[in-house]
């Protein structure tokens, strides 16, 4: 089965990455969160300038893809998104620490 992601799809998927890695305490992202770090201007090429609606529809087409879930916690007012993949990266032992990185961003 082939996957095809378009670049923003790839973006927003490497921000969930990249964030759960790197600031664990503030993941799983909000739709608010995920498009700030979408259109971070550091450590990103090429840099994007996506709106909430243009990460909204990414989102929902990735969790069509099933890599993305959206999660609410007890108390949240607002969803907030995480990958699928293989789990926690952190804790994984099938990738690497330059695998996890490259998945990043």
């Not at 840099?47 to 959206?70: F, G, P, R």
Request: include cysteine.
């Amino acid at each position: 089965m082939t996957l095809t992601l378009d670049p923003v799809e790839v973006r927003v998927l490497g921000c969930l990455v990249e964030k759960e890695l790197t600031t664990p305490d503030g993941y799983p992202l909000s739709l608010a969160a995920l498009t700030a770090a979408c259109n971070q201007r550091s450590s990103r090429e090429p840099v994007m300038n996506l709106d909430e609606a243009t990460v909204l529809d990414k989102v929902n087409a990735l969790i069509e893809k099933h890599l993305v879930s959206e999660r609410s916690g007890a108390g949240s007012r607002v969803a907030k998104f995480v990958h699928r993949l293989t789990g926690h990266l952190r804790e994984a032992e099938d990738f690497s620490q330059p695998q996890r990185a490259a998945l990043g961003p």
